[in-house]
């Protein structure tokens, strides 16, 4: 068994908003004060924190001690990752309380939160998806943020479920990454870019036509296409999972095969527009839409080393520069000729295959035709 998680965004229609504005008030300046210690000491250690701090949090915030204790561990992780890398001391504005099961109970239609005065009852506002995962008995409640967004109370609740772990695989499915094509199956399923990649060069372009204006509209402006961008970023990237998972689920026991994409972005040089260009798509994060989205179709996901997968033949394994000719692979040992992209892809799924050695047989489909999707 394995456990999946599910982040579910809810509007909240609480009974007093007053108090929970001043509840997220009181929990920020916490914050921001147990920063200040936290950061002049050095102190990422949440026990050492604890005897640090709880106590004054208590008495100079009014908070109670479940969400003393939620502030101390935010702070402790947020100065932690700031000192990993180098940065400054965190600054928490207004900043969603993190809540678990004790100071959060949660109900088919609404919830109670733990103040700084009384518990607060909120009504759910559903929509069928949300709603799908509330009346679903095998989905446990693990803990929530509520955040304030354009003038609106928010809960984003973690949700966890047991499943049961895939099946040893029987069917290898190498997956190349790019940005004419965002993915390429080694079963042949090409998944284009060419709209996602106008609709991103339009937001390139417009955002930078406001930026040289500097003016307050345009800054305005600048704020509303981020959010507008990012939305659309994210539904492409999911909508690109989800083909990728439902294309892998129509074979027998299946493994998706990615590239480790670690420091693609230093490694990247294909020219001015094409550095920025695979400077803003999210391979990562589409990786982790395919990674939750098949664990729950019992689909299982595997990594190989990027190096050489795309000068590699598939056929015959030999591995030159040379090789490859922009969209054209083409061997110069065998004389093998194939889409580039595809010829890497089998290429991921062939590395996959001579790693795996559980005593059982793994394929790599190489006799279908290609298929272009989107």
Not at 91 to 114: A, E, G, Q, W
Not at 130 to 148: H, I, M, N, P, T
Not at 348 to 361: C, D, E, K, R
Request: with cysteine; aromatic share 10%.
């Amino acid at each position: 068994m394995q456990q999946i998680t599910r982040t579910v965004k809810v509007k909240l229609l609480p009974e007093d908003s007053n108090l929970l504005s001043e509840t997220m008030q009181a929990y920020t300046d916490a914050c921001n004060w147990i920063a200040n210690i936290a950061w002049e000491r050095s102190l990422t250690n949440k026990v050492a924190l604890h005897h640090e701090v709880y106590y004054l949090t208590r008495s100079l915030f009014k908070l109670s001690a479940n969400l003393a204790c939620s502030a101390r561990d935010k702070v402790a992780e947020a100065v932690k990752s700031s000192l990993k890398r180098k940065g400054s001391k965190p600054y928490f504005s207004f900043t969603p309380i993190r809540y678990d099961v004790r100071t959060c109970t949660i109900k088919p239609d609404y919830c109670t939160l733990s103040t700084n005065g009384h518990r607060v009852r909120c009504s759910f506002a559903l929509g069928n998806y949300q709603r799908s995962y509330l009346e679903d008995k095998s989905w446990e409640f693990g803990s929530a943020d509520l955040v304030y967004r354009n003038k609106a109370f928010y809960l984003h609740l973690v949700l966890k479920k047991l499943i049961p772990s895939p099946n040893p695989p029987s069917q290898v499915i190498g997956v190349d990454l790019g940005v004419k094509n965002i993915a390429v199956t080694s079963t042949n399923k090409f998944f284009k870019a060419g709209r996602l990649n106008w609709r991103r060069n339009h937001y390139f372009r417009v955002r930078r036509s406001l930026q040289s204006k500097g003016t307050r509209g345009a800054k305005r402006v600048l704020r509303r296409l981020s959010d507008r961008e990012n939305r659309f970023h994210r539904d492409a990237l999911h909508c690109i999972s989800k083909w990728l998972v439902r294309h892998a689920a129509t074979y027998v026991s299946p493994v998706i095969v990615f590239e480790k994409l670690t420091h693609i972005r230093s490694r990247a040089n294909f020219g001015r527009k094409g550095n920025r260009q695979v400077h803003s798509w999210g391979f990562a994060m589409l990786q982790d839409f395919v990674e939750y989205k098949a664990l729950a179709q019992g689909i299982s996901i595997g990594f190989v080393d990027a190096r050489y997968t795309s000068q590699k033949c598939s056929r015959c394994g030999h591995t030159a520069k040379a090789n490859r000719n922009g969209a054209i692979f083409k061997c110069k040992y065998c004389g093998f000729q194939l889409h580039s992209d595809l010829n890497a892809s089998r290429c991921i799924a062939l590395n996959f295959t001579q790693g795996y050695s559980p005593g059982v047989a793994v394929s790599v489909n190489d006799r279908l035709s290609p298929t272009p999707v989107g």
